[in-house]
T-cell receptor, first 113, second 114 residues
Framework: TQLLEQSPQFLSIQEGENLTVYCNSSSVFSSLQWYRQEPGEGPVLLVTVVTGGEVKKLKRLTFQFGDARKDSSLHITAAQPGDTGLYLCAGAILTGGGNKLTFGTGTQLKVEL | DTGVTQSPTHLIKTRGQQVTLRCSPISGHKSVSWYQQVLGQGPQFIFQYYEKEERGRGNFPDRFSARQFPNYSSELNVNALLLGDSALYLC?????????????FGPGTRLLVL
């Protein structure tokens, strides 16, 4: 069973602070996706990274895929209350003709005024 | 474009009953996957279907079954419901099955088993 561990599990910060969320595994993934989920809703895709070492930026969010395609990080600059939510990383593994996503344990972020 | 849709949005059942959840993928997407998300945890993979064939199965008991129809919509069935089946059930669609394919999620069906 492939496991994706996220850290930290919970994070409560003030508006304007920077933060980094880590996603680590012993497995190699064909791609890795980051999602944000609001209570009672489905995960919303933020980014997909495919190439080892790849860095993608989405406004104040910076995503990095590890060189070995086993880990990833999400960095948020100058966090805002609207960034509050559950952040999930998910690694894609090709298996049996399918493309299965293994989700991380999640990081619950709260940004306060 | 219409995103992934799921029905119903909420459902309350009692132990031992059976439930059917429905999912319509994004137009043109051929693959549908089902996930279970228990409160406070990340989603867990249940099934993946592509072109009406099962392409992947997670570590769930045989009480869970699914199928995909010619129009690529899908149903997830759960028999003999247990309290522990209470969760948010998510459906995700992809265009194909390539390694870099992005899965787009629906809003989910929240199932409560009493």
């Amino acid at each position: 069973t492939q496991l994706l561990e996220q850290s930290p599990q919970f994070l409560s910060i003030q508006e304007g602070e920077n933060l980094t969320v880590y996603c680590n595994s012993s497995s190699v993934f064909s791609s890795l996706q980051w999602y944000r989920q609001e209570p009672g809703e489905g995960p919303v895709l933020l980014v997909t990274v495919v190439t080892g070492g790849e860095v993608k930026k989405l406004k104040r969010l910076t995503f990095q895929f590890g060189d070995a395609r086993k880990d990833s990080s999400l960095h948020i600059t100058a966090a805002q209350p609207g960034d509050t939510g559950l952040y999930l990383c998910a690694g894609a593994i090709l298996t049996g003709g399918g493309n299965k996503l293994t989700f991380g344990t999640g990081t619950q972020l709260k940004v306060e005024l | 474009d219409t995103g992934v849709t799921q029905s119903p949005t909420h459902l309350i059942k009692t132990r031992g009953q059976q439930v059917t959840l429905r999912c319509s993928p994004i137009s043109g997407h051929k693959s549908v996957s089902w996930y279970q998300q228990v409160l406070g945890q990340g989603p867990q993979f249940i099934f993946q279907y592509y072109e009406k064939e099962e392409r992947g199965r997670g570590n769930f008991p045989d009480r869970f079954s699914a199928r995909q129809f010619p129009n690529y919509s899908s149903e997830l069935n759960v028999n003999a419901l247990l309290l522990g089946d209470s969760a948010l059930y998510l459906c995700a669609s992809t265009l194909n099955l390539g390694g870099g394919e992005t899965q787009y999620f629906g809003p989910g069906t929240r199932l409560l088993v009493l």
